[in-house]
């Protein structure tokens, strides 16, 4: 699965040692930098890279996110070593509208498109987004990924969405995602800090959900507490 990110994009915020598999001298100018010098340089490396249109996203899943049975990847309703209660097929199965889980899968933005005010190049970027059930990411809507203590819904695989656990350092509500994907999200999160260094400290000043765990600033980009978090599950996946 694609979501899987180099081990360099982890490591922005502590002493490194870079283990990514890359070309030769890819990250040359990140060697022997730690903290914000090593987001810095690998925001410069990373961030010319190549822009999908809306509608590529489609056809990049049918790679990135395709199970071995040729199936969607959906994190949403995947059940790793079970069956998932319903599957989807790639293009006959895209959305349209939704009745309910099961209907059909769409394209979520698992950092919210109204946290960045839906602009480019972050709409379209394939690392963030994922195919997912069409009713599981309406009821996700935008809030943000973290330890659910009291569920109000729960999708067939076991995804939350309620009250967050205070001990995190947020308690409105909040998303969490099943634990095997929760070290993608976190990843995905880490990487969007780092490819978009020059424009996450501005994101603070939109009135949303993302107020609850952006810092305002490039680095470390989140709050204290969500950093804490996206390292923790990141490390225990």
């Known amino acids: 699965m694609r979501k899987f990110l180099p081990l360099s994009f982890l490591l922005w915020l502590l002493p490194l040692f870079l283990l990514a598999q890359a070309p030769a001298g890819y990250y040359d100018a990140a060697s022997g930098k730690t903290g914000a010098a090593l987001k810095t340089a690998l925001f410069n490396i990373i961030k010319a890279h190549n822009e999908q249109s809306y509608s590529d996203l489609w056809t990049d899943f049918q790679t990135t996110d395709k199970r071995s049975d040729g199936k969607v990847w959906d994190i949403y309703s995947d059940v790793p070593g079970g069956t998932p209660a319903y599957e989807y097929t790639f293009i006959t199965d895209q959305c349209g509208n939704y009745s309910g889980e099961g209907t059909c899968y769409n394209r979520e933005h698992s950092f919210p498109k109204s946290w960045f005010n839906d602009a480019t190049p972050m709409y379209t970027d394939l690392f963030h987004l994922y195919p997912t059930d069409g009713y599981v990411n309406g009821k996700r809507s935008n809030y943000i990924y973290c330890k659910v203590l009291n569920a109000t819904w729960t999708s067939s695989n076991g995804s939350k969405l309620g009250s967050a656990d205070p001990a995190t350092g947020f308690s409105g509500t909040a998303f969490e995602p099943i634990d095997e994907y929760k070290g993608d999200l976190a990843r995905t999160y880490l990487y969007l800090a780092t490819c978009y260094e020059d ?37 225990e996946d």
Do not use: M, R
Not at 203 to 224: R, V
């Open 199 to 235: 424009k996450i400290a501005s994101w603070a000043s939109y009135n949303t959900e993302a107020n609850a765990i952006l810092d305002g600033d490039a680095f470390p980009a989140y709050k204290t507490w969500y950093v804490q978090l996206l390292l923790k599950w990141s490390s």
